[in-house]
């Protein structure tokens, strides 16, 4: 079902959590670094700062003909152009000027394939690396890699800004990685301010503690022990964040003008930057969605509006990060679902495609100014074999591995779900070609 403007009506209503909710549900293992330093060199890269990532969700399907992958001319080029980018010989759609000028920086995949054209069901594959399997909940790419070390922050290290239809999720490791969800940057974030004065709000959390060492005492809990713990932990997690320095991270008006304007003032600009910060003071995953992109009707024009919002934020994002020497130790990926049919469809839309669509990635050792792989030109479309054509074809699994290879995680390795069954993080390969 589509609504006015064409675009797949799935979105749900999201609810906010509660801070003590939002706390058992991320992951706090202590102070990582030192509040957001004001000068510039502070910001550089430390080399035993575990890799980050920061994924730009292009949610609804971008086309890769309209972004990452023109084919001007001929019957499925539409009506975009090609502009050169900087690096040498790579050529990205007209709608992203400003990223192209961050190219060199970037390799781009082309021929990702999937098996999965609905939208929740190719969301789950992209963000976990799995198809869906009704017997167990895969844990999101932000999940694996927060389970990977046991550094951590005064404030959630998985961090999803302006949550789509499916923020990451810990799966089978557990609601603790699940990622932390936050709305418009240019809000404060809700809930972790207390509203009284200290010393009633030190008072309050007395009480708790009192009263939930009577429930322990009153109901003789199965594994009380345990329990204790765990509510202790928890609400020493939640006080620790209300507190902490590092909630400025959030704040993007701290930063001057100069640095903000680029980004574009919008909610998904404004997010970018926070990721930025976010990742200077030990989060390890940040998520920013930006819808728009599902343009079954109106192809162009869709494409176009939801390019320009992008196209500011990402490439402000990548300079930014190479200009505080972060670029190292923070990989950027953008993409979504999956990408746009070959085809324009009677209403000037394209539908969905999984057969071979784009991924950008930068950072962490990715190589620079490269591209992998090619997709189908008009003589090679079929409608029988929709990926004949595509060369060099990866799956989603291997974009997974070299995701978690680039940031040091070994993609290989088993985990345990609850009951016990071993899991590989992931069954891909990963993308030499595009691996420093």
């Known amino acids: 079902m589509f609504d006015q403007n064409g675009l797949c009506d799935t979105r749900a209503h999201l609810s906010r959590r509660t801070l003590l909710t939002a706390a058992s549900g991320s992951f706090f293992l202590g102070p990582l670094a030192a509040r957001l330093a004001a000068d510039e060199a502070s910001r550089g890269a430390d080399p035993a700062r575990p890799k980050s990532v920061i994924v730009l969700w292009l949610e ?123 709305y418009d940057t240019a809000n404060s974030v809700p809930d972790v301010k207390p509203r009284v004065d200290q010393s009633r709000h030190d008072a309050r959390m007395n009480d708790l503690r009192e009263i939930a060492e009577k429930k322990f005492a009153r109901h003789r809990l199965l594994d009380s022990d345990n329990l204790r713990t765990l509510q202790t932990a928890t609400t ?4 620790k964040m209300m507190t902490s320095d590092q909630l400025d991270a959030f704040d993007v008006k701290q930063e001057a003008a100069s640095v903000r304007d680029p980004f574009g003032d919008s909610p998904f600009g404004r997010g970018c930057l926070a990721a930025v910060r976010l990742i200077t003071v030990g989060v390890r995953c940040v998520e920013v969605t930006l819808g728009g992109w599902d343009s079954h009707i109106n192809n162009h024009s869709l494409q176009s509006i939801a390019c320009k919002t992008l196209d500011s934020a990402a490439a402000s994002l990548i300079k930014l990060l190479a200009e505080r020497d972060l670029l190292k130790t923070t990989l950027v990926v953008i993409g979504g679902e999956f990408g746009r049919t070959p085809s324009i469809n009677p209403a000037g839309g394209r539908d969905h495609w999984p057969h071979g669509f784009s991924t950008l990635l930068a950072g962490c050792g990715i190589r620079e100014g490269v591209v992998h792989g090619e997709t189908a030109s008009d003589g090679d479309l079929d409608s029988e074999n929709p990926a004949k054509g595509v060369k060099d074809p990866v799956t989603i699994a291997d974009v997974h591995a070299t995701i978690l290879k680039a940031v040091g995680v070994d993609y290989t390795k088993d985990l345990q779900t609850p009951i016990g069954r071993p899991m590989k993080i992931s069954e891909g390969k990963p993308i030499e070609s595009v691996l420093s």
């Open 236 to 239: 020493d997690s939640a006080t």
């Open 60 to 182: 609804g399907g971008p086309s890769q003909l309209e972004t990452f992958d023109p084919h001007v001319g001929g019957k499925i080029g539409g009506e975009v152009k090609a502009i050169s980018s900087s690096a040498k010989g790579i050529e990205i759609a007209d709608t992203l000027p400003q990223l192209a000028e961050q190219i060199h920086r970037a390799a781009i995949i082309r021929s990702v394939t999937g098996k999965e054209g609905d939208h929740e069901r190719a969301v789950y594959n992209i963000k976990t690396g799995y198809r869906p399997d009704p017997t167990l909940i895969h844990p999101s790419l932000g999940a694996i890699v927060c389970s990977s070390d046991d550094i951590g922050a005064d404030i959630p290290r998985h961090v999803s800004i302006l949550p789509g239809n499916s923020p990451g999720r810990g799966g089978y490791l557990g609601a603790k990685y699940d990622a932390f969800k936050v």
